[in-house]
């Protein structure tokens, strides 16, 4: 289904039933990508009295708890509440959820002390002066090994506090990367990507979100999209979400 949408003074054609997942599954898989030292996501059948919810077990439904960190477990989207000492929640901050946005694929750079980081040069090339609401970043290498790689303790890729600058500085809104956080593992609690993408607490930005812990197919071509960011209605720092890609005709 060819649809348009009028955005800022532009038409865009999209086919509505070709989207592109860009989000990685929760799933109680012990394979399953996860950060944070979390275990995977829970899955329990309720049992009430002699009754357990659990069709294959002799029950009339299916009826589970599950039980699964958004930060840890798949892809998630965060807002402004998970660095804040205010209870602030995604539900609350998300309110549009169609946007225009750039993939772009970048390889890390090497620093002296071996820490791999996406730079404010990277994104200047890479963006060549485009200004969109939303950048989806994925870096390389890009095999099939991040749908299931514990990234606990390993010291993956992070973005370097001027290149959060620079994405500020043109109007990005929303932030989408394949990695389990734009800050560095461990930094001594510091935060200085997610403090400089929202400006907490001097100029907080409370409509940007950070999406964490996709994952772009390698047959996804660099350009211009439209991003659907879709999440629960979670009233928390965050929720797991599901962007779809659209693209452009």
């Not at 060819?2 to 509505?16: A, E, L, Q, R, T």
């Not at 996709?214 to 991003?227: K, R």
């Amino acid at each position: 289904m060819i649809g348009s949408i009028f955005h800022k003074g532009k038409d865009y054609k999209i086919d509505f039933y070709k989207p592109i997942d860009i989000s990685m599954p929760l799933s109680t898989d012990k394979n399953s990508a996860s950060a944070w030292y979390v275990e995977p996501m829970k899955l329990e059948s309720l049992t009430y009295g002699n009754t357990i919810c659990d069709v294959s077990k002799g029950g009339c439904t299916n009826f589970r708890k599950v039980s699964f960190n958004p930060h840890g477990n798949g892809t998630h989207t965060e807002c402004v509440g998970h660095i804040s000492k205010e209870f602030i929640t995604i539900n609350k901050c998300l309110k549009q959820f169609m946007f225009l946005a750039e993939v772009v694929t970048i390889m890390p750079t090497l620093l002296e002390n071996g820490d791999y980081v996406i730079t404010k040069k990277q994104l200047e090339e890479s963006l060549d002066n485009l200004k969109p609401e939303a950048i989806v970043i994925r870096t390389l290498s890009n095999g099939l090994n991040k749908l299931t790689m514990q990234y606990s303790n390993t010291n993956p890729p992070y973005m370097l506090e001027d290149a959060i600058l620079f994405l500020n500085s043109i109007g990005i809104e929303h932030l989408l990367i394949d990695m389990p956080s734009i800050d560095r593992e461990n930094d001594d609690g510091k935060l200085l990507a997610h403090h400089a993408f929202w400006q907490y607490p001097s100029n907080t930005q409370f409509h940007k979100t950070i999406t964490e812990f996709i994952y772009v197919p390698n047959e996804i071509v660099d350009g211009t999209y439209i991003l659907n960011l879709q999440i629960a209605s979670f009233e928390n720092d965050a929720s797991p979400s599901k962007p779809l890609l659209y693209k452009l005709f």
